[in-house]
């Protein structure tokens, strides 16, 4: 997120949209509440009435899947009652940057669509004879993004919207007046967010609409404001920046392209920017190739750039993988504290893929449905020729190492008990399996050299625990000398620093007084804690933060001062996001975004794949059509090939959703090996309203199956008041929701929601659209 | 100086996170549930599960979070009726039971007004919220309060932690809560849980004017003489038996306890 937890007591207005979160990230509610003390208002839109919803001051019930449709209304809501911040929108964002004259958008689509792919040629800015993006501060030529944006959203009205969202227009009204009063210089609306908004084929896109919304309003960079992304896990902040991702490399540096990139110089030269803060990439990217090979990679040599695995093009995210598995393209995997077999899309597929496996080890606390997929029920094992390992891996309190929260703070923890049994740590298992391996491939292989000259210098010998402290200092970077740097501006291009993780630089830059961990508790200030921990980059709290005051360096709010100009000096409580050494405040005002080339923010994007303007499309399974163009779906979502056949209305009539629950966690492979935690929730249910209920004559309590062309699924119905029809342009659509907890194994089987959701995603992420579908439902 | 807790029930989420946490501190089993068509499970306090978070649905469309265990009573009927003084009141409010002298004898089932007590089948023990008193009496807050994210529940001096209460109250008031009321303040001599509500409390299932059962006369009457009879040892066995014989016949035709 770009704020953090304890910044949400300052907010004025908070609008939880696509997350539930007093269910699942419960200690949310703490600085919520602190808000609330001071008259802060929380709005909750969701399908269901959720203990969110319950406990929030209004309750914005709106169709799953059609989040831009309202974000979209809101946008126009706050331009056409000119309720957006003026002075924060034109000299913080890209408003007045003139776009080129063959830009267009016409009926859903926006130009350049060629075969299924969008070319970004026609969203370019106008440039002068320089290069330099033509601009009109006055926001008032017709080609400017700000008029741009205001037609594209005039299309939003309020009718529409609630004809689509099925949002009844009197609520919509009372959300839009209470958050579009953010707008206000000095006030601050916060957005929380999580997977009900990403999980979705135009899931970028949705977040793209909240961030053009928080920028209308000036809640960007702000104490109190901010797209704040809740992390559905622990640390699922850390592994995303350390790039479990298949087209990253950690500090979010891209993968090469074999295509692209054949050499170091090509990969240099196509990513690295101009201007904006990325212009220092070479420097992250040779300094990440020295943490690697150590001495091996030398100038020569392109520091090993040709020991990098590169891409070939081809999709290699969490749904193609299982497709690429089902044709034999795979013979081997780990799966190492993940459980595709109820977490995945179209489970009952995946589970199927892993059949074709020669080998898998699943590493784990428990043994989950996916390392059990070859004694499954319904299957016979003998038939499955898949050799398994599983290895018991240590729960986050029997080992060492830190996590990294949703506000980026890097927090070390420490090994409160030892593992039980044969139980270790993830640590000592990558240790063993790297020194296996290397001592194979010393042996004889294919290509050994950049395993065999891996940089591997962590310990461990014989069965002890490899030193993490050293793993900590590679990520955190050194210096020739080995010595730890104090943060990543010291990274070099020449070979001389070595850096694992760039923006994690400086979080273990004192071995004997790492910032991760340190616990000191501020005594005043405004809640930044920036002895508490470290927050990338550089124990950075509040991202932007140059927005948190005016040109001039003035603090739009003055009780809560962020960064502020004063005396002729800059003051502070946080790190600041931009230029600002002998540099004055209204030049520091040009540049408030220092990772874009812009260096301003982007209402309009030239970069995403699905287009430059958030556009409310159906989900790809959708009972209605889309009112807003002839467009019915994202015209560049992503199918996979394994996906099949799509339900249609007449034989899956309702709109199926998923979700958590407060007292499971993820597949529930932990939680529902939890005697006390199962107690409370002990089997998979299904909600749907009353009227859908009456009409199937299903009572509450009743075993019902739920079914989609990908398979059914059994569970206890729950008839409730807190899920109810919406109309949806005259037509009144039902809701089956479905938590997603449950699994085969454990102490508490039952069926998986994932079995019966479609293999579809959105086209920059592949993230699976988990949030909407339609299915069908009856009394078993 | 007796303590509360301050139970803000708009302020609770019904993460139960209490439930929990309260399973933990006492270490006391779970059992094997069913979906039952509602998030409140179990359904109803038992002899190990000594608080629960009831989840309740209202007509007009609210969803409603109150969580519940044993009220520590000002005037508690437990204590008044108890023959063998296993039920007590501490001196910082808390009504504490000690297993131990428990017979399991019921009398303390039948007199809550909130139907709290619940006999262990097994053991012949009641088992009911202690108040965590291991921990208050040593600077500690009950594991429910310490372990709740959103600051629903707060644990402190009654005086202060009751103006505290008005105050909310009023101030719900002021933000349209318009039936927002104070529960516990008066009832059964004053509750040790006091609960901020938004709705009436019959809403939440609480009784409107808790009373212990008419019975309660004749054993505050009876106590005197029977704790007495107890302390001769010679026939304190008998009595114990006589106790347990009277829990059997209350389980037999009792069966599963109404919800609270």
Known sequence: ?780 | MANIVLIDTRKCMACRGCQVACKDWNQLPAGVTKFRGTYTNPLTLQPHTWTHLVFTETDQGRWLFAKYACMHCTDAACVEVCPLGAVRRLKNGTVWHDADKCAGCGLCVEQCPFNVPRINKFTRVMGKCTGCAERTMNGLQPACVATCPSGALEYGERKELLAKARARVEELQEQGFDQACLYGETEMGGLGRVYILTRPPAEYGLPENPQPAASAWFWRAAKGPLRKLASLTLVSGAMFSLLRWRAERIQGKRGDQKAV
């Open chain 1, 1 to 780: 997120m770009t704020n953090h937890w304890i910044d949400y007591q300052h907010s004025d207005v908070i609008m939880a949209i696509g997350v539930n979160t007093a269910e699942n990230h419960p200690m949310s509610m703490r600085w919520i509440e602190r808000a609330r003390a001071k008259g802060a208002r929380l709005i909750s839109v969701d399908p269901r009435l959720t203990r969110t919803a319950a406990v929030a001051d209004i309750w914005l019930p709106l169709r799953p899947g059609t989040d831009i449709a309202l974000l979209g209304g809101l946008i126009n809501y706050a331009l056409e009652n000119d309720l957006f911040h003026r002075e924060y929108v034109v000299h913080y964002t890209n408003a007045s940057y003139i776009l080129r004259a063959d830009y267009a958008f016409s009926d859903g689509v926006f130009s350049g669509l060629e075969g299924g792919k969008y070319n970004t040629q026609s969203w370019q800015y106008e440039l002068d004879d320089e290069g330099r993006p033509l601009q009109d501060p006055t926001l008032q030529h017709p080609r400017c993004v700000f008029q741009v944006l205001k037609k594209h959203y005039s299309r939003y009205d309020r009718d529409t919207v609630c004809k689509i969202t099925g949002c009844n227009p009197a609520d919509f009204d009372k959300v839009a007046a209470t958050y579009c009063a953010t707008g206000k210089p000095g006030k601050a609306g916060n957005i929380l967010y999580a997977m009900g908004i990403t999980q979705s084929t135009h899931g970028t896109q949705n977040v793209r609409a909240i961030a053009i919304l928080q920028l209308l309003l000036g809640n960007i960079g702000i104490p109190g404001g901010g797209v704040n992304a809740q992390r559905g896990e622990a640390n699922v902040q850390g592994s995303t920046d350390m790039a479990m991702l298949f087209h990253l490399l950690p500090g979010y540096l891209n993968m090469p392209q074999a295509k692209d990139h054949a050499t170091l110089a090509d990969y240099l030269a196509k990513e690295t920017p101009a201007s904006g803060y990325w212009s220092n990439k070479p420097k992250f990217f040779i300094s990440l190739l020295k943490a690697w090979w150590g001495d091996a990679a030398t100038a020569d040599n392109e520091y090993c750039y040709h020991w990098l695995p590169k891409l070939d093009g081809r999709n290699r995210s969490h749904m193609a993988i299982f497709d690429a598995m089902q044709q034999g393209e795979i013979r081997g995997m780990f799966v190492w504290g993940q459980n595709p077999a109820v977490g995945g899309p179209n489970a009952e597929y995946e589970r199927k893929a892993l059949e074709k496996l020669d080998w898998m080890v699943a590493v784990d606390i428990f043994e989950t449905e996916t390392a059990s997929f070859w004694r499954r029920p319904g299957v016979n094992p003998t038939d499955i020729k898949t050799e398994v390992f599983l290895l018991p891996a240590a729960a986050s309190y029997e080992k060492e190492g830190t996590v990294s929260n949703s506000g980026r703070w890097i927090q070390w923890r420490y090994q409160a008990v030892a593992p039980p049994g044969q139980a270790k740590s993830d640590l000592w298992i990558a240790d063993k399996l790297y020194k296996a391996i290397r001592a194979a491939y010393q042996q004889d292989g294919v290509f050994p050299d950049p395993i065999v000259n891996l940089h591997w210098n962590y310990g461990g010998e014989g069965e002890e625990e490899p030193d993490i402290e050293q793993v900590a200092l590679e990520i955190n970077g050194y210096d020739a000398d080995g010595r730890p740097l104090r943060d990543f501006t010291l990274l070099r291009d020449d070979g001389a620093t070595a850096c694992g993780c760039w923006i994690y630089s400086g979080y273990y830059n004192d071995l004997e007084d790492p910032p991760a961990k340190r616990r000191i508790r501020e005594e005043q200030g405004i809640g930044t804690n920036p002895d508490w921990a470290f927050a990338w980059p550089l124990n950075r709290r509040i991202l932007y933060n140059r927005c948190s005051s005016d040109p001039r360096g003035k603090p739009w709010n003055s009780q809560v001062p962020l960064i502020w100009w004063e005396d002729g000096q800059w003051r502070m409580n946080d790190v600041p996001d931009f230029g600002w050494k002998d540099i004055l405040p209204e030049q520091s005002a040009k540049a408030p975004f220092i990772m874009l080339p812009e260096l301003q923010a982007r209402l309009f994007s030239p970069t995403v794949a699905d287009g430059p303007l958030p556009e409310h499309y159906e989900p790809v399974e959708s009972p209605v059509k889309n009112l807003l163009s002839s467009q019915q779906h994202n015209p560049v979502v992503t199918f996979l090939p394994c996906l099949g056949k799509l339900a249609v209305t007449d034989e899956y009539p309702y709109i199926g959703t998923t979700y958590r629950v407060s007292e499971h966690w993820q597949s529930g492979i932990m939680t529902r090996n939890s005697p006390w935690l199962a107690e409370l929730a002990p089997e998979m249910f299904v909600e749907i309203s009353t009227r859908l209920a009456d009409s199937l004559g299903i009572a509450n309590g009743d075993k019902v199956v739920v079914t989609t062309p990908r398979g059914q699924i059994q569970a206890v119905a729950y008839v409730t008041r807190r899920l109810k029809p919406l109309a949806v342009n005259g037509q009144m659509v039902e809701i089956v929701g479905m938590p997603w907890h449950w699994g085969y194994r454990g102490l508490f089987p039952g069926d998986s929601a994932n079995v019966l959701t479609p293999h579809v995603g959105d086209p920059n992420t592949s993230i699976p659209e988990y949030k909407a579908f339609l299915c069908n439902i009856r009394r078993a």
